[in-house]
C-alpha cells in the first residue's frame, strides 16, 4: 500500500507562519498535491508539484524533494480563514486516482 | 470556466436501496475521479474514468459502479445501500490525469443512509 504521513494537528498565531510536513512512501511518484479543506466543504486545490524545488503562490508554498520522498507547505501571514485541513496526496501513476494522507487540522489563533 | 459540479447535493436513502451521482467536469477535462471520504478513512479513491473507460480502480464492492459518457460527464452508481456508506462523495477532474495536470474537486454530494 501507499504510506503518506504528515501531523495530525497544528496550532499557530495569527501573522505567524506555520509549516505542514508530508512524508511519503510510494509504489510511484507523477506528482504531489496540497489541498485545503473546511469542515463540511470540498477540498480546494492549492499546489501541485512533480519536479523537486519550491513552487510559490502568494502566501502558500510548496516544497518537494523526490529522493527524501518529502514535502512541505508553507503558509504565511496566517490569517483566521486559514482554520482548515491541510490535505496532501500522492499521484501514484499515471490517472486520475490521488492517495491521500490523513490531513492536518491547522487552527489559527488570534 | 464553469467549476466541477455535482448533483444532487444532499441525499437521504434507506438501507437496500441504490443511488446514482452525478459529476460534470471542467469543460476541456477529459479524466473524472471519484473519492469517498467518511470521518473514519479520511479520502478514499473509488474509481476514475477516461474518454469513457475506466481507468483506476479502488478497492471498493462491486455494489459501488460508475460511467462515463461522451461528453466526459460521469455518473456513479451504488447498489444495496448499506450504514456504512453514509459519507460525502467527491469528483473531482484534470484535463489527462498526466503528471503535470492539475485535479479540481467538485463540491461533494453528501449522502445519508438511514
Known amino acids: 500500500g501507499q504510506n503518506i504521513d504528515q501531523p495530525t494537528e497544528m496550532t499557530a498565531t495569527e501573522g505567524a507562519i506555520v509549516q505542514i510536513n508530508c512524508t511519503y512512501q510510494?509504489?510511484?511518484?507523477?506528482?504531489l498535491f496540497w489541498y485545503q479543506q473546511h469542515a463540511g466543504e470540498a477540498p480546494t486545490f492549492l499546489s501541485y508539484?512533480?519536479?523537486?524545488g519550491l513552487e510559490e503562490k502568494g502566501r502558500f508554498s510548496s516544497f518537494l524533494s523526490r529522493s527524501k520522498g518529502y514535502s512541505y507547505l508553507l503558509l504565511k501571514e496566517l490569517q483566521m480563514k486559514d482554520s482548515a485541513s491541510y490535505l496532501c496526496a500522492v499521484r501514484v501513476t499515471e490517472g486520475g486516482k490521488l492517495s491521500f494522507g490523513a490531513g492536518t487540522t491547522v487552527t489559527v489563533r488570534a | 470556466k464553469a467549476g466541477v459540479t455535482q448533483t444532487p447535493r444532499y441525499l437521504i436513502k434507506t438501507r437496500g436501496q441504490q443511488v446514482t451521482l452525478s459529476c460534470s467536469p471542467i469543460s476541456g477535462h477529459r479524466s473524472v475521479s471519484w473519492y469517498q471520504q467518511t470521518p473514519g478513512q479520511g479520502l478514499q479513491f473509488l474509481f476514475e474514468y477516461f474518454s469513457e473507460t475506466q481507468r483506476n480502480k479502488g478497492n471498493f464492492p462491486g455494489r459501488f459502479s460508475g460511467r462515463q459518457f461522451s461528453n466526459s460527464r460521469s455518473e456513479m452508481n451504488v447498489s444495496t445501500l448499506e450504514l456504512g456508506d453514509s459519507a460525502l462523495y467527491l469528483c473531482?477532474?484534470?484535463?489527462?490525469?498526466?503528471?503535470?495536470?492539475?485535479?479540481?474537486f467538485g463540491p461533494g454530494t453528501r449522502l445519508t443512509v438511514t
Open positions: 508539484n512533480v519536479l523537486d
Open positions: 473531482a477532474s484534470s484535463l489527462a490525469g498526466l503528471a503535470g495536470d492539475e485535479q479540481y
Open positions: 510510494t509504489s510511484g511518484f507523477n506528482g
